[in-house]
Every structure is written in C-alpha cells, then in structure tokens.
C-alpha cells in the first residue's frame, strides 16, 4: 500500500507516527510543555489520529508541523524525507520570498521574486507557511520559512499546489518585469550541485566556507573574522588559528574588529572561549572598534557566544535580530518516525544564558535584509561597521 492510500490502524502508518512522536517528545523532551499544557498536545495528537486514516502523507505531515510549532522550541525541528523538491533554494528578504540559487536548468529565474504559485498570492502563501513554525521570534519564522519553501510535500499538504510537475508560477524579475513560467519539481539533489546567484561571489562575507577565517585590509584598517561554524575545522584548530589572529592583530594594529557570526547555526560554544577571554584585554574592545555581525541564522551556541560577548566586551552589535531566542532549549537527540520517515530533533536541556532577556537578541543597529543591496552586492551590516 503506498503512503498515499494510507489507511493503517493500531501502531501502523500515520497513526503509529503519531503515537511515536507523542510518546518520545513527552517522555524525552526536557521539558515540552512550556508553551502548550500536557492536556492540550494530548488532545490536539488525538485529533490527528482521528483523521489520520484518510490522510495522504501530505496532509499528515502538514498537520504534525502544526502540532510541532505549538510547542515553541527553535530546536524541536521536523525534517520531512521528501523526494522531491522545487529547482530553487529561497532566501526571504524584506521585499519578499526570492530565489537565490537553482538547478542548472533553472538558472534564468535566480533572484526572482514570488508573486503567487498557482494563481495564489504570495501574502495568503506566507501566511500558510508560518503555521508550520513556532512563531514567537519572527527571524527563526524568516530562516524557516526560506528553508523549507521548496519542499513539495509541504506545498502540497497546504493545498497551494496539487502536482509535482506543471506548477504555474508567477515571479518579479530584478527589472521589474512580470514573469509567468511553468515549473517542474525536481528529485532531491546534492548541495554541491546548485548555482548560487552571483552576488554570493561578490560578497566578502561568502568568499570562503571554512569554520573561521579572517582577511585584513591595509586600506580600511580593519580586519573582518568570519566565525562560520562553532566547531573545530578540518583544517586548522581553532587555538592555532586564534593565535594567529592575535599575532596578525599585533604586528598590523588593525583600528577595527569585525566578527561576523550572521551565517553560524551552532555547535559547540566552548570553541570560541579562547578569542573571547583574550579580546577583553585588548584595546580593540571598544564600542569604536570592535563590531559583530549578527542575523536570523544565528542561534543555539552561536548566540550562547554572541551573549557572552555582549556581556564581557564593548562590542557594538549590527545586522538582524537572532533567530534562536536568549534563554533557549538545546543539547539535541533525534529520532525517525517509521512510516513518514520525517526526522524529528527535541532538546534534552534548558539553557538559561541571560536571565530577564526574552526572545531574540536584538543589535544596537537594525540594517534590515534588503533584496535590492543582495542584487547589488551591497553588504549593508559590513558597510555599517565599516563607516562606524
């Protein structure tokens, strides 16, 4: 029987997930009833059950991202195991949902924007996707959003399309002009095989992909570190690599420091505790020379490093709010659903790194994410520290 004429019972099928995902988030979950009572995500998964024998695997799993979202964790995530994928990759930028990369087929549509899918506009889709996330921090719900908008599975259980092949769409080309195209979905690729729009070739912030990295320039008298990954590199550890870094700082005398966390999602927070203990003793702590870069992708350890140094160091902070809230769950363990086969991440501990603080951590200097600075290579946040 394929998972679209599911109609199983008991510990089967839909309603074997539904049990499974209950059973292990109740039980090992640190604590999952913060935001919904024990009594009401009981009753809500009875309800899913009810239905769940005539449910395609679509709308179950759309209406487990409901349930999910209710508990208000940035780390409990579902990861759907769809098969096929719309040829882009997304990016929401303040003007809208855009498309910054895309198969070799699909090249001509790269920073188009969203207009509607399936004559349905692109204001009722938004609103569609967000009660698929939790939706108390409105960068994690960007970030969310963005990554999830090409899975097909999702855009069909929310009824914006009903194929995977022939899917109307309507786009904003960087010109201005209106754009209706016909899309195929794809099968699932490789990461390696995308083409990104050609601004990420222009930006200093994405020249390389190593966990750390920092170029100086003579010119501006600034040296950027790029803090990509809280953990260590393959390449180089990170105490040789901080040791480095301070020895550059002391033969240059760089008149700033710019850190630019905006595309680290996390790992290990201990990483960095080296560069955070010798920066505080340094005369680049200074809110006139030491600058870091913040936005929506920062979360979990990386915000846990972002906290420390706004607690320990002068720092002055710019970019986007953070997508990971404060005072968060963490520690991550995962388990698969048998059926759906959608990988299901919760959080074992709760981690209180500043107490009194809810939500995001907001910067001193709001830069916003604009479409129209993307197109033309136009690093607001860099550009801010730079003329600070």
């Known amino acids: 029987m394929s998972c679209n004429s599911q109609t199983s019972s008991g510990k089967g099928g839909w309603i074997g997930d ?59 995530i579902l990861f759907p195991d769809n098969e096929m994928e719309l040829p882009f990759k997304f990016e929401l930028f303040d003007e809208g949902m855009t498309i910054v990369a895309s198969d070799s087929a699909n090249q001509s549509f790269l920073l188009n924007r969203i207009v509607s899918i399936n004559n349905i506009p692109w204001s009722l889709i938004d609103s569609l996707y967000r009660t698929l996330i939790k939706r108390d921090n409105s960068s994690y719900i960007k970030f969310f959003e963005a990554y999830y908008f090409n899975n097909v599975d999702l855009l069909k259980g929310l009824d914006i399309v ?108 201990r990483i960095l505790k080296p560069f955070i203990e010798k920066i505080q003793k340094t005369y680049l702590n200074d809110s006139g020379r ?5 936005g929506r992708k920062v979360i979990s350890s990386a915000l ?54 809810d939500g995001s951590f907001h910067p001193d200097f709001e830069t916003g994410n604009k479409l129209s600075d993307f197109i033309n290579s136009y690093d607001k946040a860099l550009e801010t520290a730079l003329q600070k």
Not at 42 to 64: G, M, R, T
Not at 290 to 294: K, R
Request: hydrophobic share 35%; aromatic share 14%.
């Open 304 to 357: 846990m490093n972002v906290i420390d140094l706004k607690k320990t160091t002068h720092a002055f902070f710019i970019g986007e709010a953070t997508g990971g809230n404060i005072n968060h769950f963490g520690e991550l363990k995962s388990f698969e659903l048998p059926n759906s086969k959608i990988m299901v991440t919760y959080s074992t501990k709760f981690w209180e790194n500043w107490t009194g603080h």
């Open 290 to 294: 030491f600058f870091i870069l913040i």
């Open 18 to 76: 539904a049990e499974e995902y209950r059973n292990t988030i109740s039980s090992r979950h640190k604590n999952p009833f913060t935001k919904i009572s024990r009594e009401q995500f009981n009753q809500i998964i009875d309800s899913l059950i009810a239905v769940a024998p005539q449910l395609s695997k679509e709308k179950f799993i759309v209406e487990l991202f409901k349930i999910n979202s209710q508990i208000e964790d940035e780390h409990t």
């Open 162 to 269: 009903n194929n995977t092949s022939g899917i109307p769409f309507q786009f904003i080309s960087p010109s201005g002009d209106t754009i209706n195209e016909v899309i195929n979905a794809i099968r699932k690729v490789p990461n390696e095989t995308w083409i990104y729009a050609k601004p990420y070739k222009n930006l200093l912030a994405y020249t390389k992909k190593n966990n750390y990295w920092y170029q100086y320039d003579e010119n501006i008298k600034a040296l950027y570190f790029n803090y990509r990954h809280c953990s260590e590199d393959e390449n180089e550890s990170f105490r040789s690599f901080n040791k480095k870094l301070f020895e550059t700082i002391e033969l240059v005398k760089p008149e700033k420091l710019i850190l630019d966390f905006r595309f680290n999602g996390g790992g290990n927070s």
